[in-house]
């Protein structure tokens, strides 16, 4: 049973790209993998980036709410000292103001006491200092107003005409009742206690926030050090699989990390087994040659008159053995790569074709699901399929039946092969798959074929099952293959 080859267009391999200086990643060294940077880093660099910007963000907020709010208090005084001096002024018969009663604030009587008061009045020149004086406390000083507007509302500003001493200021202008004179009060106060307070604030708030800064720093150290403590465990447990021989990680593990340590158990016991196979594949691949191997030797030490015919016997015999191995080989090695997704149809179509070729005289009908894929490499497929039709043609009646998803299976796709030959006797099904098992030897084979088609299908976790063609009476091979996702 000679497997058939299913020719495909060559493609040809692409060429390497060439070396970008400017790629984010560094090549790594000899017995080194490439890194992209510590896990630890980036959550350090992350979490102190969102505290100082928080921390920045509520310190500004904080202060800006905290010295306005002592500006506020320190303007409300001042406002209240010069609504009460408007309270307590008056006009005389002969338009002049005076204090019906004390003003109550003992800095206005101490010179450069750092409380002032002030009135003027608007005159037929613009603005001019009255008669009545200031508050002693400014001495032989004139505050400076802003007399170039009517504030009809209390008017805050800063006033900086004593460089030694700034003061804030406060000023209204008023009618007083029997007069029509607009009168300017001003109250002005040093800022050296408000800047004070306001440095005290400031001072507070950065060493609070930059030690609360520092804290939660050293907390997120903490949080990676203690976070990222079971992916250094799972390092540890690693190197004791490489030092120590062990083949799995069992130390208990969070939550979120358990998936990961499955997975990575799941790669250990992927791996035995493929390491297990290829012993297997091995240790059978030198068993089967050995005997070939020891016949032609012996026939060569006794030069022996047939050793040509035998050399060529027992070649042909090595010869199975080798395909029959580097056919499984391939099956396991694709497998490993990945999950594939196969149209049946396509590749008996092209398998069909390829036979056609071969068989002429053979009439060939597929029919069945057009959409079924299946989870198997189309190289693998195509072998499996091409050994099963060709055997089909070569040794049915002359007509080849090929139904796919035959039967209802939501897991695997069932495929039948039929033929109107002669069949397989019942008590033949089983040794059939045998390597190098004929039951015609007049046609030309290597017995080969369905022990590939068995190994390869098992291999991906199918299975082909050998039984007679109700429509067709000659053989019917049910293959069950795994259904892609």
């Known amino acids: 049973m000679a497997s058939v080859t299913v020719s495909t267009t060559p493609q040809t391999p692409p060429a390497p790209e060439a070396a970008d200086p400017a790629a984010g990643a560094a090549e790594p060294r000899d017995g080194q993998t490439p890194h992209t940077g510590s896990l630890a880093r980036r959550m350090l660099l992350i979490a102190a980036g969102w505290i100082v910007v928080l921390l920045l963000g509520g310190g500004v907020a904080l202060e800006r709410s905290l010295t306005g709010q002592v500006e506020q208090n320190f303007d409300d005084q001042l406002g209240y000292l010069l609504n009460t001096m408007i309270a307590i002024s008056e006009v005389d018969p002969i338009g002049e103001v005076y204090f019906i009663r004390p003003i109550g604030e003992p800095r206005f009587l101490e010179p450069n006491s750092g409380m002032y008061w002030q009135i003027s009045a608007e005159g037929r020149q613009g603005f001019e200092s009255y008669s009545l004086e200031p508050s002693q406390s400014l001495w032989d000083r004139t505050l400076t107003q802003q007399g170039d507007h009517i504030d009809h509302e209390p008017h805050f500003y800063d006033n900086r005409q004593f460089p030694e001493e700034p003061l804030r200021a406060v000023e209204r202008t008023v ?248 069949g397989i006797p019942e008590e033949e099904r089983t040794r059939i798959f045998d390597r190098g098992a004929r039951l015609d030897t007049g046609k030309p084979g290597t017995g080969l074929g369905l022990a590939i088609v068995r190994d390869v299908a098992e291999i991906y976790g199918g299975s082909v099952e050998l039984n007679e063609s109700e429509d067709l009476g000659g053989l019917l091979v049910k293959l069950r293959l795994p259904r892609a996702g």
Not at 241 to 261: A, S, Y
């Open 175 to 422: 009618i007083l009742p029997g007069s029509d004179v607009r009168w300017t009060f001003t109250v002005a106060a040093a800022r050296e206690e408000m800047d004070k307070q306001i440095a005290r604030i400031r001072s507070i708030l950065v060493w609070s926030f930059a030690a609360l800064g520092l804290g939660l720093i050293g907390m997120a150290v903490l949080q990676s050090y203690y976070g990222l403590l079971p992916l250094r465990r799972i390092r540890a447990a690693i190197q004791r699989i490489r030092t120590t021989g062990t083949n799995r990680v069992t130390d208990p593990l969070p939550l979120e990390v358990q998936p990961l340590v499955e997975e990575l158990n799941m790669l250990l016991a992927h791996s035995e087994r493929q390491a297990e196979e290829a012993r297997t594949h091995a240790g059978n691949l030198a068993h089967a040659l050995k005997t070939p191997l020891t016949v032609v030797n012996n026939a060569a030490t006794a030069h022996a008159p047939d050793l040509a015919a035998t050399v060529i016997r027992e070649a042909r015999t090595m010869r199975r053995h080798v395909d029959h191995h580097l056919a499984r080989a391939r099956a396991v090695g694709r497998r490993s790569v990945g999950h594939a997704r196969t149209p049946v149809c396509d590749s008996a179509e092209a398998v069909r074709r390829a036979v056609e070729r071969l068989y002429p005289e053979v009439r060939f009908d597929i029919d069945g699901s057009r959409e079924a894929r299946v989870a198997i490499e189309r190289q693998d497929l195509d072998e499996i399929l091409g050994n099963l039709i060709e055997n089909a043609a070569k040794y049915g009646g002359g007509s080849v039946f090929v139904t796919i998803d035959a039967e209802p299976d939501p897991d695997g796709c069932v495929i039948w092969i039929e033929d109107d030959g002669m």
